[in-house]
């Protein structure tokens, strides 16, 4: 089955920049971002005149929303949750697991591992980022403290295999004793490593850089304050070329003006844009939960019962359109920052993140590339 979107501006990876093209689309995967051959028999045609198409969104750090928690779900939870991510334009997304008890990861991990596969009208579930457990007491945000757990190698290697198949990404306060066997031991698995919730100084940052992490989970928040005689974990997200720095961008987590400051200090091709959006996301105000601890939800934004910020009621799509007022860039500029830096980061760039032959067709449309709003989204080229 061939879709052709016709007359539109597509968005090019490669140059940076949305190009007058016509996109062709086989099975649900994207055949050519620039078609000028005969029209395909059997070709559904859709018009996007006056229109500029954007590879879906990527979410490698989100708990959930529409009230449901993937460290909770059932098999109808999970399916609930890949069409809510999907109507707010997130197309692909890695299940983020809170801190929890070992019966209640291996329950999520299986209803993660059964929903899987491809669907019209679903976010595709890409895999597991592991953020729960293995984080630092002095840094737990909202984490439970009897829900943490030392850094075991033996443990998390029995977790990731039944995490299977792979991609991975395991998030961990990596400066805790035994942290470069446990951050080796995630790599040799195949799951790449974030530093979380972690209170490492500068030189322990860099060194579990060595070990091989690769990325800074929402940088600034659960991380050591900076202080120009200790730059901390913070400032080694901003300097550390090789890794990729996460941002919540809602103007409740970090100020903008530090969200500035980050992308003026990080190369463009690694900023990472999440949301740490938690089952509040697209719903009313109200009492919810994450990491077994209870969440207070007012005007949008989420507490626990000690004040601290506890995720996010933030949808992607949005959280891109705060990065640009807060910095500044254009659309053009900031996009790769909640696709394809993202698909990098997590190692799933080749089937998502972009609008290039062999990826799938999750496609954004929109209107005003000013002030983007989304019309419509296409999930493996079949409309929502």
Not at 48 to 66: A, E, I, K, Q, Y
Not at 132 to 143: D, E, Q, S, V
Not at 298 to 316: C, I, M, Q, Y
Request: glycine content about 8%; some cysteine; aromatic content about 6%.
């Amino acid at each position: 089955m061939f879709t052709l979107f016709q007359n539109g501006s597509v968005y090019s990876l490669a140059q940076r920049m949305f190009v007058r093209a016509d996109l062709l689309a086989k099975d649900g995967v994207i055949a050519d971002p620039a078609y000028t051959g005969a029209l395909p028999d059997s070709c559904e045609v859709v018009d996007c005149t006056g229109r500029f198409l954007l590879p879906g969104m990527v979410d490698v750090h989100t708990h959930g929303r529409s009230g449901f928690d993937f460290n909770n779900v059932d098999d109808a939870a999970v399916k609930a949750l890949r069409r809510s991510y999907a109507k707010a334009g997130t197309t692909t997304l890695m299940a983020t697991l809170a801190s929890a008890t070992m019966d209640s990861l291996a329950n999520s991990i299986t209803q993660i591992n059964n929903n899987r596969e491809l669907s019209a009208g679903m976010a595709t579930l890409a895999g597991i980022h592991l953020e729960g457990r293995y984080l630092n007491p002095k840094r737990r945000g909202a984490h439970a403290t009897e829900l943490l757990a030392p850094l075991d190698a033996a443990e998390l290697e029995g977790l990731l295999r039944d995490m299977l198949p792979l991609p991975i990404h395991v998030s961990c306060a990596a400066e805790l004793e035994g942290g470069e066997t446990f951050v080796k031991t995630a790599i040799r698995m195949g799951a790449t490593v974030g530093m979380a919730h972690s209170d490492a100084s500068w030189d322990e940052a860099m060194r579990a850089v060595e070990w091989g992490v690769t990325s800074f989970t929402h940088t600034f928040n659960a991380m050591k304050p900076v202080h120009h005689r200790e730059p901390g974990n913070a400032i080694g997200s901003l300097m550390c070329d090789s890794a990729w720095t996460e941002l919540i961008c809602d103007g409740e987590h970090v100020h903008p003006a530090m969200i500035a400051l980050a992308s003026r200090a990080k190369p463009k091709d690694k900023l990472v844009l999440i949301t740490d959006s938690m089952e509040a996301a697209a719903m009313p105000d109200g009492e919810y939960g994450i990491a077994g601890l209870p969440v207070y939800v007012k005007n949008g934004r989420a507490v626990n019962s000690d004040g601290a910020l506890a995720g996010s009621t933030l949808d992607l799509f949005r959280g891109l359109t705060n990065f640009m007022k807060f910095t500044g860039r254009t659309l053009e500029d900031a996009l790769p920052s909640a696709t394809s830096n993202p698909a990098e980061m997590v190692g799933i760039a080749e089937s998502c993140g972009s609008l290039s032959a062999g990826r799938r067709a999750d496609i954004v449309m929109i209107t005003d590339k000013e002030n983007p709003v989304i019309e419509s989204v296409w999930v493996t080229g079949k409309r929502i």
